[in-house]
């Protein structure tokens, strides 16, 4: 079986088990974002910073994630909290860029931060995990939820197959040598366009300054690809983990859904509160 073969039929599974768990219900969706969170926090505690399953700063973090999602989403439901995590995942999102775009990775002071780093590895996935948590706790949830996974879906799928069929100059080779020009800008408005199809059919009329958000939240989705591409670069590793066929790990697969994520639920406050 191909690759390409093996992506396909892969993606289509992770498709059919995310259509059961939104069909079942709040409690199994709420359930299943956060043990994504749990596979996150432990590919990258395990293969990024190479620890042991049983040390202490994996267990500080599984520890910490865990609790956390279930009590801000089982237990302490509450706006204020839902705000706090949304403002915190926007802020890290701008250190991200900053990371991204001005920070040399082969600086000693930036191996000795992202050590630093793994003590609250659970606390930073959490906050983007209860962004995406945060829309299911919406009555309009499904279609709100499937917007952002559509937009993000189109996102991953139309980058990797229009830059394979139409890419010839490369978008930042230094940071992920196989993303493309053609395919960046193929991909922002394949996106844009059907998440905006999909919004004005299921969830209400579009107007051009949501369009614009899409457009943003599109180009945010490949921003956090890129950052997810330099911090593998940063540990020297091709992958989160080899646990999704043809996508490599739970992390792999949802990058830049984390970095989206945070500004979805940020519109979805304003528009909905």
Avoid at 95 to 100: F, N
Wanted: proline share 3%; aromatic share 16%.
């Amino acid at each position: 079986m191909s690759n390409n073969t093996l992506r396909i039929v892969s993606g289509a599974v992770l498709v059919i088990i995310v259509a059961i768990c939104m069909a079942y219900g709040t409690a199994s969706s709420l359930v299943a974002i956060g043990l994504m969170g749990v596979f996150v926090v432990d590919e990258l505690m395990t293969n990024f910073y190479v620890l042991e399953r049983t040390s202490r700063r994996y267990m500080i973090s599984q520890v910490t994630y865990i609790s956390g999602y279930a009590f801000f989403n089982f237990w302490q439901i509450s706006q204020s909290s839902f705000n706090f995590f949304i403002s915190f995942a926007c802020l890290w999102n701008v250190l991200a860029l900053v990371y991204l775009f001005f920070i040399n990775s082969q600086k000693g002071f930036i191996s000795d931060f992202f050590v630093k780093c793994s003590w609250g590895v659970g606390f930073l996935i959490l906050a983007p995990m209860i962004c995406i948590a945060y829309i299911i706790h919406h009555p309009e949830w499904r279609f709100l939820l499937g917007a952002m996974l559509l937009l993000n879906f189109m996102v991953d799928t139309f980058a990797y197959f229009s830059g394979r069929a139409f890419g010839k100059h490369k978008l930042w080779e230094a940071v992920s040598p196989k993303k493309t020009v053609e395919g960046a800008i193929g991909v922002v408005f394949a996106s844009v366009l059907i998440t905006g199809l999909y919004w004005h059919h299921f969830v209400k009329p579009v107007a051009w300054p949501l369009l614009i958000f899409f457009l943003v939240l599109a180009c945010c989705a490949q921003l956090g690809d890129l950052v997810q591409s330099k911090l593998k670069r940063q540990f020297a590793i091709k992958d989160s983990s080899s646990l999704i066929p043809g996508h490599g790990g739970v992390y792999d697969r949802i990058d830049s859904l984390l970095f989206v994520a945070p500004f979805y639920a940020l519109l979805i406050s304003v528009q909905f509160h």
